[in-house]
């Protein structure tokens, strides 16, 4: 069975809860999660740094082979688990989809993150405003070359949902409750009609719901 080491309150661990929903694996049946990072801690123990020496999670087991980096496990559980082909196997959208997720964790998710962790992690009286309204501002910038992907396809990678919306998806979700929770620290947020739209077709057609937060997980 494989075992998944992280939180559920993780954007990154909900990357691999969302995709194993996808796949059909169960938890308790097809893998087992142990609760790891943050509060739950773990993650700096010997036996967790030798599976993943940055102490980060998620982590995955499956038998021998033991990977990190979230996006990367998505790709492996694609591979390895897609008998059913929930994702498109047409090489074009496999890159497509590649493309957006390298998109997303080079430079959607650094643009975004200063906003996120300064709201939800740090105390206020350390919060640097500024910073936190340039994060936001920028992503939104970002956002618009996802929203004019969105107006040709349906999804990131054409016609049908891949991995690649996956982490897509979990990002812009933060964006929108980031701005619900503190419109005044991260400003206007601009309406984007064809990723409001893709947001809808994800929570009906998708196993999205797995994993989905109805408000900001804040830690401080
Ligand atoms: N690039 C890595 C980032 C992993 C990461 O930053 N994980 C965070 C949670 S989202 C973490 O482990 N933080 C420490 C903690 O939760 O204690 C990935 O995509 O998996």
Excluded at 76 to 89: C, E, N, S
Excluded at 118 to 136: D, F, V
């Amino acid at each position: 069975m494989m075992r998944l080491w992280g939180r559920k309150s993780s954007i990154n661990v909900q990357k691999v809860l969302w995709c194993l929903a996808e796949l059909g694996l169960k938890e308790g049946q097809d893998f087992e999660r142990i609760d790891a990072g943050l509060h739950f801690g773990k993650n700096r123990t010997p036996e967790f740094l030798a599976l993943n020496p940055n102490g980060l999670v998620p982590t995955l087991e499956d038998g021998d082979l033991v990977l990190w980096e979230s996006n990367t496990i998505l790709r492996y559980l694609r591979g390895q688990y897609d008998q059913a082909k929930r994702f498109p196997v047409d090489v074009g959208a496999q890159y497509q989809s590649e493309k957006w997720m390298d998109w997303q964790v080079g430079t959607m998710w650094p643009t975004l993150r200063t906003a996120f962790l300064g709201l939800t992690r740090t105390p206020e009286n350390e919060r640097n405003y500024e910073a936190i309204r340039k994060s936001y501002q920028d992503t939104n910038a970002l956002l618009v070359l996802l929203d004019q992907q969105l107006a040709i396809h349906p999804y990131c990678s054409g016609d049908s949902f891949n991995i690649g919306d996956i982490p897509l998806a979990l990002c812009v979700s933060r964006w929108i409750l980031l701005n619900q929770t503190f419109p005044d620290q991260t400003g206007p947020r601009p309406s984007l009609h064809n990723i409001d739209l893709w947001m809808r077709r994800i929570e009906v057609e998708t196993q999205y719901s797995a994993v989905a937060e109805k408000e900001l997980n804040i830690v401080k």
